[in-house]
């Protein structure tokens, strides 16, 4: 991830992601081998200081980890039930 030019590169080849997809990726590589909470993920995207009852977090992880783990031998994202995600080889 170059966060200068906003790209993002995997096995050599580029991925494009909408600039909520780029962030929260970004959150996760800021955070590698912990898991980021579903509530400080509202919190620093959407500038939500509590959880509603929306699923907006798992759709937008469920769009990153279609582009990012897309053909890629190792799966990245993973999920840590009831609390959030975490980016590591599975």
């Given at each position: 991830?170059?966060?200068?030019?906003?790209?993002?590169?995997?096995?050599?080849?580029k991925?494009?992601?909408?600039p909520?997809?780029?962030?929260?990726?970004?959150?996760?590589?800021?955070?590698?081998?912990?898991?980021?909470?579903?509530?400080?993920?509202?919190?620093?995207?959407?500038?939500y200081?509590?959880?509603?009852?929306?699923?907006?977090?798992?759709?937008?992880?469920?769009?990153?980890?279609?582009?990012?783990?897309?053909?890629?031998?190792?799966?990245?994202?993973?999920?840590?039930?009831?609390?959030?995600?975490?980016?590591?080889?599975?």
């Amino acid at each position: 991830m170059d966060l200068l030019t906003r790209e993002v590169v995997r096995g050599g080849r580029k991925i494009e992601l909408h600039p909520r997809e780029f962030t929260l990726l970004e959150l996760l590589l800021r955070h590698p081998g912990r898991t980021v909470a579903k509530t400080m993920i509202l919190e620093q995207l959407w500038d939500y200081s509590c959880e509603p009852q929306t699923n907006v977090v798992d759709v937008l992880v469920h769009r990153l980890r279609a582009k990012v783990d897309k053909n890629g031998p190792v799966k990245l994202i993973q999920t840590i039930r009831g609390v959030g995600y975490v980016l590591k080889p599975a």
